[in-house]
């Protein structure tokens, strides 16, 4: 069977995806959030352990993915706002472990507001993205997502910050670019 529609995609269900398929699924409808200049930022910031923030928002679309193929979910969910909205749900555009002047002490309460302001910014964002970015952080926040793709982005991501936070991997953590030459540009804007 042909998987076109309800979201227009282009791989086949019936079947279940392939790991290479939803890395493909992702650059394809992520390319926009992808190549934004700004996710040079996440690429300079480690998010849990050794994983910066960018690789950790590419893993938990993936995962968002797979979840919606594992689930059957195909014709309850938008493939494209998946994808976007969990790459994007934590475009806060900072190192959250700098002390900062406390100012990055509510980090874990403020930062799906954050990402939604950043994100608006750069991109034209769905209702359906604007909420999955804005909520991902629910129980900790009060709100819950009000979409099926709010629900897999905030899945995902504590999966993936489990995983990520315990990795032995976390001991080994590689010096990242600076920050710096990023941030003046976006503030140069
Ligand atoms: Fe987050
Ligand atoms: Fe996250």
């Known amino acids: 069977m042909n998987r076109t529609s309800p979201n227009g995609k282009d791989e086949t269900v019936g079947r279940l995806l392939t790991r290479a398929q939803i890395q493909r699924l992702v650059a394809k409808h992520g390319r926009e959030v992808i190549e934004h200049q700004h996710m040079q930022i996440e690429r300079c910031c480690y998010q849990h352990g050794n994983v910066t923030t960018f690789e950790h928002s590419i893993r938990v679309a993936c995962l968002a993915v797979w979840l919606a193929d594992r689930a059957h979910l195909w014709y309850h969910v938008n493939l494209r706002s998946l994808i976007r909205a969990a790459l994007l749900h934590d475009y806060f555009l900072y190192d959250w472990h700098d002390w900062d002047n406390g100012q990055h002490r509510w980090h874990g309460f403020t930062h799906g507001h954050a990402a939604l302001m950043n994100a608006l910014k750069d991109f034209d964002l769905n209702d359906i993205e ?60």
């Open 130 to 189: 604007r909420n999955s970015i804005e909520n991902h952080m629910f129980p900790m926040t009060p709100v819950p997502p009000a979409y099926i793709e709010g629900y897999l982005v905030t899945l995902s991501d504590k999966l993936s910050a489990t995983a990520e936070t315990f990795s032995f991997d976390r001991f080994n953590k590689p010096h990242l670019p600076s920050l710096e030459a990023h941030i003046k540009h976006r503030v140069a804007r």
